[in-house]
């Protein structure tokens, strides 16, 4: 039996996501799969349009932030657990997930649940398979990252639910993974989690991992009933990042904030935006108080956690190595009901939080153009080109030639 949310107010609260309807199947909207093609089409055309420079804050790699060197962290659990799910694979499978180092493959990626992806999808793998695959996600993120990444995906499924059961369109497993280069000790190579609401790149080179661009989000953010009746995610991002807004004083408020009307979506890092240029906006780090500064910390490292232990602790490191340079910015209200957007911006990560239109959800509001805290969006990225480890990748080729390089 299929569940329905009511028709709702364009806040969508906890309490009003909770009343339920019982009605009829419905089918799925037709010609979704020949809409998707031409769509993502279009968008990686155009998002592919110039070659890979990163997110800049002028359209100038700002250089020597990033260089290749041991971290003492080992990447072997990663590399085992790659090749233990590509052992899985049947040829045809793997010869459709395999690609290069160097292909584009790394920057096709994009949130909307039309996107054509490449590779092997949770959904037709057997459940050794799928297995092995989880696996891999588990060896390369922390605890919370592969349980925020299975909630993300599951809560898909709930909005399946919401949407007359449509599992064409949304569903648990309708996530796919890619594998660049060969999995390897001491070449490059990384993986790509590819689906609605998460996208996680995973570059890896000898005991270094970039980590980056790392999309997260959902909507509905809680579900309050169906299969999955009880996920709740991004509300630590949510509450901390106001909560953090708030102790800033007056006068540091006041350079942080960029608008208080929110009436859109905000984010600019999101997909097929590897160049933007992103000028630096807010109050900067060493403009805070030591207490503030811990504060600051804490609030980036409920982003950077998401990745494997050792690894977060050598990018905190990182990111505190450029903590006074680090701003924070601010738009829409603070309020315990408001929507938002916040950001964090550093010559090493830039990181987005976002109250979003509700999309999925569209039909259930009176105000579809009204951002709601049920629709959330984050992107985690690496400026100065090295999102999808690419500057590590440019240093690599420089010591080690490679026909294939550009």
Known sequence: MRIRWVRIASTISVATLGVLLLSSQQPPPSGFPERAARQSANAEKSGLAEPFRGITTSGTVQPGLFSIRSTGVSTEPVRRAAES??????????????????????????????????????????????????????????????????????????????????????????????????????????????????????????????????????EPVTALAGKYKGISILQEEQNDGRAFFLGLTEAQRAKALIRLSKTGNDNIGEAFKDNAVVEYAGVRGAELEPPQKKRLLDLIHEYVRNMDDGHAKVKMAEVASHLDETRFSWIGGSAPDSVFYYRIHSPVILIEFDHQQPAGLRHLTQNPRAPIREHVHTVVRTPNGNDYGKDLLRQHYQQHPHPHAH
Request: proline share 4%.
């Open 85 to 218: 799910w590509l052992s899985t694979l049947s040829p045809a499978q793997r010869d459709k997930t395999t690609f290069a180092i160097e292909d584009e493959e790394w920057r096709k990626w994009m949130n909307q649940h039309f996107y054509v992806r490449q590779g092997v999808s949770f959904l037709e793998m057997s459940e050794p398979q799928r297995h092995a695959a989880i696996g891999l996600l588990r060896a390369s993120l922390s605890a919370r990252g592969l349980q925020l990444t299975r909630d993300i995906m599951r809560l898909n499924h709930t909005l399946a639910e919401l949407n007359n059961n449509d599992f064409e369109q949304y569903g648990e497993w309708l996530y796919w993974i890619t594998i660049m280069g060969k999995p390897s000790a001491t070449e490059p190579w990384g993986w790509q989690l590819d689906g609605h609401h998460i996208i996680i790149n995973y570059f890896v080179l000898g005991d270094q991992v970039v980590m980056t661009p790392v999309f997260a989000g959902s």
